[in-house]
């Protein structure tokens, strides 16, 4: 109960995708409360996934972020 697992990804589709952009893949192994905040660093744009404690936190498989490319 004291143990929280969220494996994360971001992954660049800027060269092959259409449309083109970044896409955030998160699982959560967790019922604890959750709130994962990912920031771009160069345009300060962000994005926050969350989850309510005691609910199970659903595989986020986003392919419309707020992240531009370069």
């Given amino acids: 109960p004291t143990n929280m697992e969220i494996p994360f ?7 092959w995708a259409n449309p083109p952009g970044h896409w955030v ?14 920031i771009d660093a160069f345009t300060g744009a962000r ?9 199970t ?5 986003d392919q419309s972020t707020p992240f531009p490319c370069p």
């Fill in 9 to 15: 990804k971001m992954l660049n589709a800027c060269s």
């Fill in 25 to 38: 893949f998160a699982a959560g192994l967790t019922t604890f409360a959750v709130e994962l905040t990912v």
């Fill in 47 to 55: 994005k926050t996934y969350t989850n309510g404690l005691g609910r």
């Fill in 57 to 61: 936190f659903n595989t986020q498989l």
